[in-house]
T-cell receptor
Framework: DSGVTQTPKHLITATGQRVTLRCSPRSGDLSVYWYQQSLDQGLQFLIHYYNGEERAKGNILERFSAQQFPDLHSELNLSSLELGDSALYFC??????????????FGPGTRLTVL | AQSVTQPDIHITVSEGASLELRCNYSYGATPYLFWYVQSPGQGLQLLLKYFSGDTLVQGIKGFEAEFKRSQSSFNLRKPSVHWSDAAEYFCAVGVGGATNKLIFGTGTLLAVQP
């Protein structure tokens, strides 16, 4: 158990819908990262938040957005869902920001299926 | 651009045999390298990481990896594989800067034969 929690574990929804994925980092970790794992794209970085502020964006679609709240939990919002958004979405947390040796601890992921 | 290559998509080894999973990276500065393992239906678990010092790194579950700058490689090894090692293994490089996003390889799926 990494100490990072993600809810829900599974999510099945229809095209055009909007969903929210939630992540609680390890106690004391200020950085939260979101990654998407799909069969065709592999594991890709989406976005990074540090202590409530956005730090970097990766291959994140405009239909997707995220935020980190004062209690440090984070939510990833996916809207106007398409079949291709079906994937496993991981959250990871680490203590600091911009420290390359810092270890990222991953949650169990949320499997999103868009029908 | 930074990248990680795992040349082997799928590897099968017999239980008790030795294992080596290959990883090559492309990074302009000193790389910070990681190996993660993903068991079916599970998240990613860190096996080991390298960022300085001894180029032979010991990790959990009996794994080790050797950083070779001249070959831009960070191969993962285990002397004797157990059936429970069947999983997918990902090599990653941390890019630092304002963020420390990880760039992952495509993964190597390990099957273990009895």
């Amino acid at each position: 158990d990494s100490g990072v929690t993600q809810t829900p574990k599974h999510l099945i929804t229809a095209t055009g819908q909007r969903v929210t994925l939630r992540c609680s980092p390890r106690s004391g970790d200020l950085s939260v990262y979101w990654y998407q794992q799909s069969l065709d794209q592999g594991l890709q970085f989406l976005i990074h938040y540090y202590n409530g502020e956005e730090r970097a964006k990766g291959n994140i679609l405009e239909r997707f957005s995220a935020q980190q709240f004062p209690d440090l939990h984070s939510e990833l919002n996916l809207s106007s869902l398409e079949l291709g958004d079906s994937a496993l979405y991981f959250c990871a947390s680490s203590v600091r920001e911009g420290v390359r040796a810092d270890t990222q601890y991953f949650g169990p992921g949320t499997r999103l299926t868009v029908l | 651009a930074q990248s990680v290559t795992q040349p082997d998509i799928h590897i099968t080894v017999s239980e008790g045999a030795s294992l080596e999973l290959r990883c090559n990276y492309s990074y302009g500065a000193t790389p910070y390298l990681f190996w993660y393992v993903q068991s079916p239906g599970q998240g990613l678990q860190l096996l080991l990481k390298y960022f300085s010092g001894d180029t032979l790194v010991q990790g959990i579950k009996g794994f080790e990896a050797e950083f070779k700058r001249s070959q831009s490689s960070f191969n993962l090894r285990k002397p004797s594989v157990h059936w429970s090692d069947a999983a997918e293994y990902f090599c990653a490089v941390g890019v630092g800067g304002a963020t420390n996003k990880l760039i992952f390889g495509t993964g190597t799926l390990l099957a273990v034969q009895p």
